[in-house]
């Protein structure tokens, strides 16, 4: 069975930084290319950040809305079946729960879609206050 388990959310203050993992089950993550939603109350699923599948001999591309450019990090740990969402200096409207999801695709327009991805995670609420 296929799952994906996100942790480290939680309650901060802006200007503060909070560490996202996501554990994979069933599925190596590796193989992958996994991304970073998020959705606010009354507003749909947004495209955070995303990284290609693995490959033996190359870094793996990343991407990145706008809005975190600079602040949030993404990065695989292949060892332990995870991905990670490194978020520095929050703002308020960071504010979302936060979705990881894994699919094979490849390239920033399917990268950046949601409907791309096969798998997701429950979610894990972040929440900045000022």
């Known amino acids: 069975q296929v799952q994906l388990v996100e942790s480290g959310g939680g309650l901060v203050q802006a200007g503060n930084s909070l560490r996202l993992s996501c554990a994979g089950s069933?599925?190596?993550?590796?193989?992958?290319?996994m991304g970073w939603f998020r959705q606010a109350p009354g507003k749909e699923r947004e495209f955070v950040a995303a990284?290609?599948?693995?490959?033996?001999?190359?870094?793996?591309?990343?991407y990145y809305t706008d809005a975190v450019k600079g602040r949030f990090t993404i990065s695989r740990d292949n060892a332990n079946n995870t991905v990670n969402l490194q978020m520095n200096t929050l703002k308020r409207e960071d504010t979302a729960v936060y979705y990881c999801a894994a699919g094979a695709l490849t390239g920033w327009r399917a990268l950046k879609s949601p409907n791309s991805y096969a798998y997701w995670g429950q979610g894990t609420q972040v929440t900045v206050s000022s």
């Open positions: 069933g599925l190596i993550l590796g193989n992958y290319a």
């Open positions: 990284v290609e599948w693995s490959t033996p001999s190359l870094a793996p591309s990343t």
